[in-house]
């Protein structure tokens, strides 16, 4: 099984803000929800972290194209 995107993360975030909020959910599930949000988050974050070091790579050359350059070079 693949991991989710990052819409599915933020759109799951979502879902898990709206059910905390709701205040109808016991100790439990409010945890267990609480926990896979965390997690959720940190994926997030270290995804659009690598994003945006891909972005800071990318350079335009003189003549229009684009290159990447590499992070060891």
Same mark, same amino acid.
């Given at each position: 099984m693949s991991a989710p995107s990052l819409? /599915?993360?933020?759109a799951r975030l979502d879902a898990?803000?709206?059910?905390?909020?709701a205040n109808d959910l016991?100790?439990?599930?409010?945890l267990a929800l609480f926990e896979e949000?965390?997690?959720? &988050?940190r994926t997030a974050r270290e995804r &659009? !972290?690598?994003?945006?070091?891909?972005l800071t790579q990318?350079? /335009?050359a003189a003549d229009g !194209?684009?290159?990447?350059?590499?992070?060891a070079g």
């Open positions: 819409q /599915e993360d933020l898990i803000v709206r059910a905390l909020e016991d100790l439990d599930k409010a949000g965390v997690d959720r &988050l &659009l !972290s690598v994003a945006e070091l891909r990318l350079r /335009e !194209s684009v290159r990447v350059d590499d992070l």
